[in-house]
């Protein structure tokens, strides 16, 4: 079957780093996304990742590795308004897109 | 400012009744989908459009359906509530020949209790 797995909840501090992994398991790749959700609200996209490698993006950066099947969100300097949920979600060689469970990230001061 | 809006933010239906969600977007976009996300679940595709009239089963269709009369809207439709319904629905919109490549426009969702 095919997997998306990334840890439930994380707690950070205010002004620090915090790195969310993402680990996958599908049939193909086709690309990986990152969104984030407030609670209470839609999805926003932040980050699409076809090949391995960073890519930077103001405070977020986003890390793929193909062949190990793993993803990274990096958050630098957080803010107490980044506290949201983390949505890894993953095209298979089918274009169908397989969603993670979210990680919950808490900032606190 | 690119905008999909979802029609009720939250109702509360009773067990048999007949429920509408509609979701209308406003960036000319081919393809349209509902989710519906439950706590410590991924995102579920229900149902997808990828143009006017047409539409696909996603991964749980059962006991929904969906009408795409025109491009801009995409009704979700439940024909006869249940408890386990009860759920958090999204709709998005996207542009593109390959609907999954590309960034998804989500609505502020439509949280839906089925008593």
């Known amino acids: 079957g095919q997997n998306i797995d990334q840890p439930t909840e994380m707690t950070a501090t205010e002004g620090a780093i915090v790195q969310i992994n993402c680990t996958y398991q599908?049939?193909?790749?086709?690309?990986l996304f990152w969104y984030q959700q407030h609670a209470g609200e839609a999805p926003t996209f932040l980050s699409y990742?076809?090949l391995d490698g960073l890519e930077e993006k103001g405070r977020f950066s986003s890390f793929l590795s193909r062949s190990k099947g793993y993803s990274y969100l990096l958050l630098k300097e957080l803010q107490m308004k980044d506290s949201a949920s983390y949505l890894c979600?993953?095209?298979?060689?089918?274009?169908?897109?397989?969603w993670g469970a979210g990680t919950k990230l808490i900032i606190k001061p | 400012d690119v905008k999909v809006t979802q029609s009720s933010r939250y109702l509360v239906k009773r067990t048999g009744e007949k429920v509408f969600l509609e979701c209308v977007q406003d960036?000319?976009?081919?393809?349209m989908f509902w989710y519906r996300q439950d706590p410590g679940l991924g995102l579920r595709l229900i149902y997808f459009?990828?143009?006017?009239?047409?539409?696909e089963k996603g991964d749980i269709p059962e006991g929904y359906s969906v009408s795409r009369e025109k491009k801009e809207r995409f009704s979700l439709i439940l024909e006869s509530a249940s408890t386990n319904q009860t759920s958090m629905y999204l709709c998005?919109?996207?542009?593109?020949?390959?609907?999954?490549?590309?960034?998804?426009?989500f609505g502020e969702g439509s949280r839906l209790t089925v008593l």
């Open positions: 998005a919109s996207t542009t593109g020949t390959d609907p999954n490549t590309g960034e998804l426009f």
């Open positions: 960036m000319d976009h081919e393809n």
């Open positions: 459009s990828y143009d006017v009239k047409m539409k």
């Open positions: 599908t049939s193909g790749f086709n690309g």
């Open positions: 990742n076809v």
């Open positions: 979600a993953v095209t298979d060689s089918n274009y169908q897109l397989i």
